[in-house]
């Protein structure tokens, strides 16, 4: 595997030791020659990424734009990879865990919702909203690495999926925190 650091601060060693966000399907990835690079991403990355969503632009009307940009501007791992910012054949790793760009998108997900001050229950629960209503319709080739890796989708987010959310959510060093319900989040427009 080719090994990138978008960190200019770092020296890099000949042993590098991360998790794997989602083992199961990471390891099968590796074998089927899906994943072929390891990158470590700096937090001017990830900053690359949210302000590209616009959330730290949004004053008000947080759960709005969240629902309205789910599928758009905050479906970070699709719109990174149309960018050319993020690719499929690569883990991201962060604080020693490395995702796949499924995962990095929820990482990133968590990390937006975070930013629009939008609570870590909302946030993993509007992903569970969006896996049962939106989940079979989602599909994209981008998260498949083949063989033993892109099942059906099952009814909630996956154990995995939230785990990047919290993880995203909590690498905020600045949160601001809305008391939001996670209704309004997902009520229907008048």
Not at 4 to 32: E, G, L, S
Not at 42 to 49: A, H, I, L, P
């Amino acid at each position: 595997m080719e090994f990138v650091d978008d960190r200019k601060d770092m020296t890099i060693t000949t042993k590098v030791y991360y998790n794997f966000n989602d083992p199961k399907t990471d390891v099968q990835a590796i074998k089927n020659g899906a994943i072929t690079h390891v990158e470590i991403m700096g937090d001017e990355k990830v900053d690359r990424q949210i302000n590209n969503s616009g959330v730290k632009d949004v004053k008000s009307g947080p759960q709005d734009y969240a629902k309205d940009q789910a599928t758009k501007k905050m479906d970070y791992g699709v719109r990174g990879q149309e960018t050319g910012d993020l690719a499929s054949n690569t883990f991201y790793v962060r604080e020693g865990t490395a995702y796949n760009i499924g995962d990095i998108g929820n990482y990133l997900w968590g990390r937006g919702m975070s930013e629009l001050g939008i609570g870590l229950g909302t946030a993993k629960t509007g992903a569970h909203y969006n896996n049962i209503v939106n989940g079979r319709d989602q599909k994209t080739s981008s998260y498949d690495f083949g063989l033993g890796t892109y099942g059906g989708p099952g009814f909630w987010d996956s154990p995995a999926d939230q785990r990047a959310i919290s993880n995203g959510y909590n690498n905020n060093k600045n949160p601001t925190v809305r008391k939001i319900n996670w209704a309004e989040l997902f009520r229907n427009p008048k």
